[in-house]
């Protein structure tokens, strides 16, 4: 007996039913779905399947997250930092659009820089204000889009009153600065003037907030504007060349030779933490140098190894320029 289900459609002697693969010709008028009925499934349909838009904005950024970031955080000194430059990378990686972080500090930069010298899907460039900037912030694309100077922006503001009678020092300048409630990763470098005030370079969205707020440093009133990039004045560093001959290339003797004191009070000081050698903490006083390195001391200055010789004693003739 042929099965008569309900749920089973009757064929038609006339008209064979479609098969799945048969187009439905195009029509402008609703056509009936008894023209083309369904073949029966076996298989009961599925409701279909939800997803909250948290969960898949969560499921894509994992999948386009191409950064490896735990192996790129070993062995940093600022991985805080390093951790939000490489969230901004990803950033950049997924939407196509060159991102800026905020100012760094050289420490950082070198690091961040070292770091992006290992991918290939980014590239990076810093800038300060000017070449010899110390704090810089860094833009980041897809290696695919060019990057220049130009996308990162700053801003230059003038700091002006009369501090001949009240000296304000770089120290006076950032308290000032971050008294009005910014943080230091949104101020670059600072240039003091000396009796006219400073120059500040900060990012351009604290400008109105700053013109406003920033009326006094120490006891001097002060006008704080914007400038135009012509009138930055930079000064150039005091600088001391001189030269050493030492047994070795160890730090504690070529920087205790730079730095004018004795080599014990260097190797605390290096022992200590508060050596940088290319603006990484040394805290092995037998860390050889080499031509190009630079050495810094917090309120020291800086120490650039230039030049190095063996004399016919087989001893160790280096240049050395201090910079104050």
Same mark, same amino acid.
């Given at each position: 007996?042929?099965?008569?289900? *309900?749920?089973?459609?009757? *064929?038609s002697?006339?008209?064979?039913?479609?098969?799945?693969?048969?187009? !439905?010709?195009?029509?402008?008028?609703?056509? *009936?779905?008894?023209?083309?009925?369904?073949?029966?499934?076996?298989?009961?349909?599925?409701?279909?399947?939800?997803?909250?838009?948290t969960?898949?904005?969560?499921? !894509?950024?994992?999948?386009?997250? #191409?950064l490896? =970031?735990?192996?790129?955080?070993k062995?940093?000194?600022?991985?805080?930092?390093?951790?939000?430059?490489?969230d901004?990378?990803?950033?950049?990686?997924?939407?196509?659009?060159?991102?800026?972080?905020?100012?760094?500090?050289?420490?950082?930069?070198?690091?961040a820089?070292?770091?992006?010298?290992?991918?290939?899907?980014?590239?990076?460039?810093?800038?300060?204000?000017?070449?010899?900037?110390?704090?810089?912030?860094?833009?980041?694309?897809?290696?695919?889009?060019?990057?220049?100077?130009?996308?990162?922006?700053?801003?230059?503001?003038? !700091?002006? /009153?009369?501090? #001949?009678?009240?000296?304000?020092?770089?120290?006076?300048?950032? /308290?000032?600065?971050?008294?009005? /409630?910014?943080?230091?990763e949104?101020?670059?470098?600072?240039?003091?003037?000396?009796?006219?005030?400073?120059?500040?370079?900060?990012?351009?969205?604290l400008?109105?907030?700053?013109? #406003?707020?920033?009326?006094?440093?120490?006891?001097?009133?002060?006008?704080?504007?914007?400038?135009?990039?012509?009138?930055?004045?930079?000064?150039?560093?005091?600088?001391?060349?001189?030269?050493?001959?030492?047994?070795?290339?160890r730090?504690?003797?070529?920087?205790?030779?730079?730095?004018? #004191?004795?080599r014990?009070?260097?190797?605390?000081?290096i022992? /200590?933490?508060?050596?940088?050698?290319?603006? =990484?903490?040394?805290?092995?006083?037998?860390?050889?140098v080499?031509?190009?390195?630079?050495?810094?001391?917090?309120?020291?200055g800086?120490?650039e !190894?230039?030049?190095?010789?063996?004399?016919?004693?087989?001893?160790?003739?280096?240049?050395?320029?201090?910079?104050v």
């Amino acid at each position: 007996m042929p099965n008569t289900s *309900p749920l089973t459609p009757h *064929p038609s002697p006339l008209t064979p039913h479609p098969s799945p693969l048969t187009p !439905i010709p195009y029509s402008p008028f609703p056509i *009936p779905h008894s023209l083309f009925p369904i073949p029966h499934s076996p298989f009961p349909l599925l409701p279909p399947i939800s997803f909250s838009s948290t969960l898949l904005q969560d499921t !894509i950024a994992r999948l386009f997250s #191409m950064l490896p =970031k735990d192996d790129l955080l070993k062995s940093v000194e600022n991985r805080d930092c390093l951790a939000r430059v490489l969230d901004q990378a990803d950033q950049a990686i997924k939407t196509w659009e060159p991102v800026v972080t905020d100012f760094l500090s050289p420490p950082e930069r070198v690091e961040a820089e070292a770091i992006f010298q290992r991918l290939t899907d980014v590239h990076i460039v810093s800038w300060g204000g000017y070449p010899q900037a110390e704090r810089q912030r860094i833009a980041i694309a897809r290696s695919e889009i060019p990057l220049d100077n130009s996308q990162i922006p700053l801003a230059l503001v003038d !700091i002006a /009153g009369n501090f #001949m009678f009240d000296p304000a020092t770089h120290r006076d300048f950032l /308290g000032a600065l971050l008294g009005t /409630g910014i943080v230091r990763e949104k101020v670059g470098d600072i240039l003091v003037l000396g009796e006219r005030g400073a120059q500040a370079i900060v990012v351009p969205e604290l400008l109105e907030f700053l013109t #406003m707020d920033l009326n006094q440093v120490r006891s001097v009133p002060v006008k704080t504007q914007l400038l135009a990039w012509d009138q930055l004045k930079v000064r150039p560093p005091k600088k001391k060349e001189m030269t050493t001959v030492e047994a070795s290339l160890r730090l504690d003797a070529v920087a205790s030779a730079g730095f004018g #004191m004795s080599r014990s009070k260097m190797a605390d000081l290096i022992n /200590g933490g508060e050596v940088r050698v290319n603006w =990484k903490s040394v805290t092995q006083a037998s860390h050889n140098v080499a031509a190009g390195d630079l050495v810094a001391i917090r309120g020291k200055g800086r120490l650039e !190894i230039g030049d190095i010789s063996v004399t016919k004693k087989q001893r160790y003739r280096v240049e050395l320029t201090r910079y104050v």
